[in-house]
């Protein structure tokens, strides 16, 4: 059995001429197709309906055919596509359900553009498709089209910050010389700030920044809601090592100012860490400790996350020792802010570190073979 499926999306059919769909019958779709071009002449809908009867006049008419044809006009709803879909889809269940036949139903579906064709997938799952037939009025050929592909690209979030945030830029550029001229700007200033803006725009885009962007938001914010801690201790953290860049700058200005010659590379690097290292070290101890607290509320603690402060201050000393006996080596220890240290110094401070690391890791080691916290969650 062939069915004509006449396609009427919006439902311009039932909200225009008060008819119950879906129309089953010749009879039944002509009288609708005249209602509704009685209603609105200019409705392309009525084209549809009186499409689906030539079809299936033709098929009845041509002795190739030894099908039983029948046709049918089922609509959607207004608004959205997603309940316009669902709408026919009941409707053609309704139709299939209502034909009396031990056939196979084939569809021939009839259409007056593109947005119509969206449904396509919702028939093709009830019953096979073996045509489509699109009604185009000859004075405004693919018009509809245009103007759906026009609306799906305006639609989708992805393709407006693509292609509309540049145009948008770009638009502005004369209202921004107008202002500008009007206060004494240089064009070139505006010309120069607006290539800038595309470029960056370009840019984070190239690179796919938007998503690294939206992660980090959202990270934020689910810290922000759940009272982490660990949002405290990253702000002082931060804090203390802002105090620490500072900190390596001063000592760094200070040794420049009591030498005769320019510091050499390695004597710069162990001012800066001389006078940072401190306050990174605090930096680190405090962040470290913000996220152990976290993963201790979140019942995710493991004893060996207590080994990351004493790695930080382990790692510390050993810098802090190493830029002190290259500055006094260099003969700067008299600069204020730096603390000299001989060759056994550094020894010793050499195996405080390492013996400050490997205890640790011992100790929580025997710790969580003791006390332990819990099965190690497998990840899939």
């Not at 009867?53 to 002795?63: N, R």
Request: aromatic share 8%; charged share 20%; glycine share 8%.
């Amino acid at each position: 059995m062939l069915l004509v499926l006449c396609i009427d999306l919006d439902d311009d059919l039932g909200r225009k001429t008060r008819f119950d769909t879906p129309v089953v019958g010749r009879d039944s779709v002509e009288a609708a197709a005249v209602a509704l071009a009685t209603a609105d002449p200019e409705d392309s809908d009525s084209n549809v309906l009186f499409q689906g009867i030539h079809e299936h006049d033709s098929l009845v008419a041509d002795a190739e055919v030894d099908e039983q044809v029948e046709v049918a006009a089922v609509t959607g709803t207004q608004g959205s596509d997603v309940k316009a879909n669902r709408a026919i889809g009941e409707e053609i269940d309704r139709v299939l359900a209502g034909l009396s036949t031990g056939e196979n139903v084939s569809a021939i579906v009839i259409t007056d553009g593109a947005q119509d064709e969206s449904v396509l997938p919702v028939i093709r799952s009830r019953v096979p498709i073996d045509s489509v037939r699109r009604v185009v009025v000859r004075q405004a050929q693919d018009l509809e089209s245009i103007y759906y592909t026009m609306k799906q690209v305006l639609a989708d979030p992805e393709t407006r910050g693509t292609i509309l945030v540049p145009l948008g830029i770009l638009l502005l550029i004369y209202p921004f010389l107008t202002i500008a001229n009007r206060f004494n700007v240089p064009g070139a200033a505006v010309l120069g700030l607006v290539s800038a803006l595309l470029g960056l725009y370009t840019l984070f885009r190239g690179l796919g920044l938007e998503t690294v962007v939206d992660d980090a938001v959202s990270r934020a914010r689910d810290i922000l809601y759940e009272g982490r801690v660990t949002l405290i201790t990253y702000v002082a953290a931060l804090a203390l090592m802002a105090v620490g860049g500072f900190r390596g700058v001063a000592l760094l200005e200070a040794i420049q100012a009591a030498v005769a010659t320019d510091p050499t590379p390695p004597l710069i690097l162990a001012a800066l860490v001389h006078g940072a290292v401190q306050w990174f070290a605090a930096a680190g101890v405090t962040s470290s400790l913000g996220q152990i607290t976290d993963e201790y509320l979140a019942d995710r603690f493991k004893w060996r996350y207590l080994n990351a402060p004493f790695y930080v201050a382990a790692i510390a000393i050993v810098l802090y020792v190493v830029s002190g006996f290259f500055l006094n080596v260099n003969g700067v220890a008299g600069v204020p802010g730096v603390k000299p240290f001989s060759l056994t110094d550094l020894a010793v401070g050499l195996t405080v570190g390492t013996l400050l690391g490997v205890l640790s890791t011992l100790a929580f080691a025997i710790a969580e073979s003791w006390f332990p916290t819990g099965v190690e969650p497998t990840r899939g």
